[in-house]
């Protein structure tokens, strides 16, 4: 986490989703953007939630990444807290895989919304890039990392390319 102020809030409804959202962090960490962390729970502790969301939107975050599963009513719950986007990620801790949780993400209210990212580790880095991107619409230095981090996303490629080219080539 950089030393900044936060721009983005990271909340997950239990500390034990922290190895699915720390894939956001290492995205806004990769991408200089600071962040603060934390657990509140819908269900177990509303008034921390709901807080986190005020003071959020009070501190300047322009965006908060909500990781939940199961019931997953924790995007909803902030989302109707604030005026800035809130970006969910169902987390796959359920028996149903994170289904559940996606279902309870992606079908808000109409005037309530949840931005939806894929069940688990990818809708955790997706939401960090996502983040990036709406931070990235005022600051020049953001925008210009996220151009950088595609480039080396489609050099990555390219050389993964060419390695088995070779590979198949040779008789590999």
């Not at 005020?54 to 990781?67: D, N, Q, R, T």
């Amino acid at each position: 986490m950089t030393t900044s102020a936060p721009l983005i809030g990271i909340v997950m409804g239990s500390d034990s989703d922290w190895p699915v959202m720390e894939q956001a962090a290492n995205m806004l960490d990769q991408l200089g953007i600071a962040y603060h962390a934390t657990v509140a729970s819908a269900h177990r502790t509303p008034e921390r939630a709901r807080a986190f969301a005020k003071g959020a939107e009070e501190g300047g975050y322009k965006a908060i990444i909500v990781g939940a599963g199961a019931a997953a009513h924790l995007g909803g719950v902030l989302a109707a807290e604030v005026n800035i986007p809130v970006i969910g990620v169902p987390i796959d801790s359920s028996p149903l895989k994170g289904m559940d949780a996606l279902l309870a993400t992606v079908q808000m209210p109409g005037g309530v919304p949840v931005a939806c990212m894929a069940i688990g580790k990818a809708g955790a880095k997706n939401a960090g890039v996502f983040a990036a991107q709406i931070v990235a619409q005022s600051d020049p230095q953001v925008a210009a990392r996220l151009v950088r981090y595609r480039e080396e996303m489609a050099q990555q490629v390219a050389r993964k390319a060419e390695a088995l080219e070779a590979r198949i080539t040779a008789g590999g």
